[in-house]
């Protein structure tokens, strides 16, 4: 027994293959939304201080500088929120590409922050860990928006 099949319309097939294939080696707009979409997500994250609530300041922290009483969580200067995503910033990595983003900060003590820091000596002595309080992460809502931002760029770009 012998199956035989005829591809109708191959030209057309071929022009679609062509173009989804030049289409899908450049995804710098969609990335490049989706790093918008970031900056705005983080800025909500430091407005909240963290999703979930970040732990309060330590009593501690608060003995070293009494000022920070009261005051926004890691928003003292307001540096590090502003590093983030943001290339003309101190520390801002938004490193566009045609097939990634990379996108953060690169300030030193960012990464104690966004992880936490068990050995936490200041001043000479061991003061308590410092709890991570995680301000670049990526949430439902974020995974939610990527995919409307690629479905719209593979929509009008027609290879959907």
């Not at 030193?108 to 068990?118: D, F, K, L, N, S």
């Amino acid at each position: 027994m012998q199956i035989k099949y005829k591809v109708k319309g191959l030209k057309e097939l071929e022009k679609y293959f062509k173009k989804s294939a030049k289409t899908l080696t450049n995804y710098r707009k969609p990335l490049n939304q989706c790093g918008l979409w970031m900056l705005k997500s983080v800025a909500a994250i430091f407005k909240q201080e963290g999703d979930p609530k970040w732990k309060k300041l330590s009593d501690a922290t608060i003995d070293i500088d009494p000022d920070r009483a009261g005051g926004k969580i890691l928003q003292d200067t307001g540096v590090l929120r502003a590093s983030v995503g943001r290339k003309n910033k101190p520390g801002g990595i938004y490193n566009l590409k045609d097939t990634f983003l990379e996108f953060g900060s690169s300030l030193g003590y960012a990464w104690v922050h966004q992880e936490g820091y068990p050995q936490n000596r200041l001043l000479g002595k061991v003061n308590k860990p410092i709890p991570a309080r995680p301000f670049l992460k990526v949430l439902p809502r974020d995974e939610d928006a990527f995919v409307r931002i690629f479905a719209k760029w593979l929509d009008k770009s027609g290879v959907t």
